[in-house]
């Protein structure tokens, strides 16, 4: 059970190794310009392996739902980033329960959006919990988990991937043990909130300090990208690193480093709407910046729709 491309190694790893009964997924939804309906990563993987693919809008409130998923006979069910909460009939239907593959060090960063709250909280290390699933928010006890570092430059995307590797791995470690390890229930200090991300957090406000800024950068890079207003476009920032300089806000130095409320940071990456990703200094051979860029958070003009 999975949507986005993170759970896409797992089911990947236990298509190889178990028999997977059927793979769930978000229904598609409207992307790119033209609003057309698109599958998943786990919906399009899932089907170019073969596998029986259910995308139910909602799994609560169904009788049908219920019993079509206990009517699968299945002995366990792994979930990594489905994006539904599971009602208790889905979580007792499996023979052995259910397990969630959890990009974070339990208990900190419970919730939808672990990675990128750690990455803007100023987190030097985050990780992988295998966690076995009950009624609360990623409450259950933790079977395995694995840690790694994050490093200056990482983004989400870097780190997503990462994490989906070793995520896949743990999964079948797991699978393989789940008769010997101890579940190890989850101390509540220190648990955290890792609320899914508003659209408000893209924008950048130059009063900041240039880490703050350097952070949401990255935690919200490759999607949905944090942005600034430059003449009329709205640009994505992907990528950027502290940089020496200081001034006013917003005031650009050259290239495309820009004074921070402290310090400055340099952008290394970006991208303009309809584009690729490209580095700033080919942003730059086509793009010319003003003197100072102003806080998005002050812009409330209509801007141009991101590159898909």
């Given at each position: 059970?999975?949507t986005?491309?993170?759970?896409?190694?797992?089911?990947?790893?236990?298509?190889?190794?178990?028999?997977v009964?059927?793979?769930?997924?978000?229904?598609?939804?409207?992307?790119?310009?033209?609003?057309?309906?698109?599958?998943s990563?786990?919906?399009?993987?899932?089907?170019?392996?073969g596998?029986?693919?259910?995308?139910?809008?909602?799994l609560?409130?169904?009788?049908?739902?219920?019993?079509?998923?206990?009517?699968?006979?299945?002995?366990?069910?792994?979930?990594?980033?489905?994006?539904?909460?599971?009602?208790?009939?889905?979580?007792?239907?499996?023979?052995?329960?259910?397990?969630?593959?959890?990009?974070?060090?339990?208990?900190?960063?419970?919730?939808?959006?672990?990675?990128?709250?750690?990455?803007?909280?100023?987190?030097?290390?985050?990780?992988?919990?295998?966690?076995?699933?009950?009624?609360?928010?990623?409450?259950?006890?933790?079977?395995?988990?694995?840690?790694?570092?994050?490093?200056?430059?990482d983004?989400?995307?870097?780190?997503?991937?990462r994490?989906?590797?070793?995520?896949?791995?743990?999964?079948?470690?797991?699978?393989?043990?789940?008769?010997?390890?101890?579940?190890?229930?989850?101390?509540?200090?220190?648990?955290?909130?890792?609320a899914?991300?508003?659209?408000?957090?893209?924008?950048i406000d130059?009063?900041?300090?240039?880490?703050?800024?350097c952070?949401?950068?990255?935690?919200l890079?490759?999607?949905?990208?944090?942005?600034?207003?430059?003449?009329?476009?709205?640009?994505?920032?992907?990528?950027?690193?502290?940089?020496?300089?200081e001034?006013?806000?917003?005031?650009?130095?050259?290239?495309?480093?820009?004074?921070?409320?402290?310090?400055?940071?340099?952008?290394?990456?970006?991208?303009?709407?309809?584009?690729?990703?490209?580095?700033a200094?080919?942003?730059?051979?086509?793009?010319?910046?003003?003197?100072?860029?102003?806080?998005?958070?002050?812009?409330?003009?209509?801007?141009?729709?991101?590159?898909?």
């Open positions: 059970m999975g986005p491309q993170f759970a896409v190694p797992a089911l990947e790893a236990l298509a190889r190794t178990h028999e009964v059927c793979v769930y997924s978000q229904p598609p939804r409207p992307a790119g310009r033209g609003k057309a309906p698109r599958k990563a786990v919906q399009t993987r899932a089907e170019a392996l596998l029986v693919v259910r995308t139910p809008a909602s609560r409130g169904d009788p049908a739902e219920a019993a079509a998923f206990a009517a699968l006979s299945a002995d366990i069910a792994v979930v990594a980033a489905y994006g539904q909460i599971l009602p208790q009939a889905f979580l007792d239907a499996p023979a052995r329960g259910a397990l969630n593959i959890h990009a974070s060090l339990l208990p900190r960063w419970r919730g939808a959006a672990p990675v990128q709250r750690a990455i803007m909280a100023g987190d030097r290390e985050t990780g992988i919990s295998i966690m076995r699933m009950e009624a609360g928010l990623d409450t259950g006890p933790v079977l395995l988990r694995e840690k790694t570092a994050i490093g200056p430059g983004t989400a995307g870097d780190l997503l991937a994490l989906a590797d070793m995520g896949a791995r743990l999964i079948l470690t797991a699978l393989a043990q789940i008769d010997s390890l101890r579940p190890v229930p989850q101390p509540e200090a220190g648990a955290t909130r890792a899914r991300i508003d659209k408000s957090e893209a924008a130059w009063r900041r300090p240039a880490a703050e800024i952070r949401q950068i990255h935690a890079s490759p999607a949905p990208g944090a942005w600034v207003m430059i003449g009329d476009e709205r640009v994505r920032l992907l990528r950027a690193r502290p940089a020496q300089g001034g006013a806000p917003g005031r650009v130095l050259g290239g495309f480093t820009v004074t921070c409320g402290q310090g400055a940071i340099e952008i290394t990456q970006a991208q303009r709407p309809g584009r690729r990703p490209m580095p200094a080919e942003i730059l051979n086509g793009l010319r910046l003003p003197a100072a860029l102003a806080s998005a958070v002050a812009v409330d003009k209509p801007a141009s729709p991101p590159g898909d």
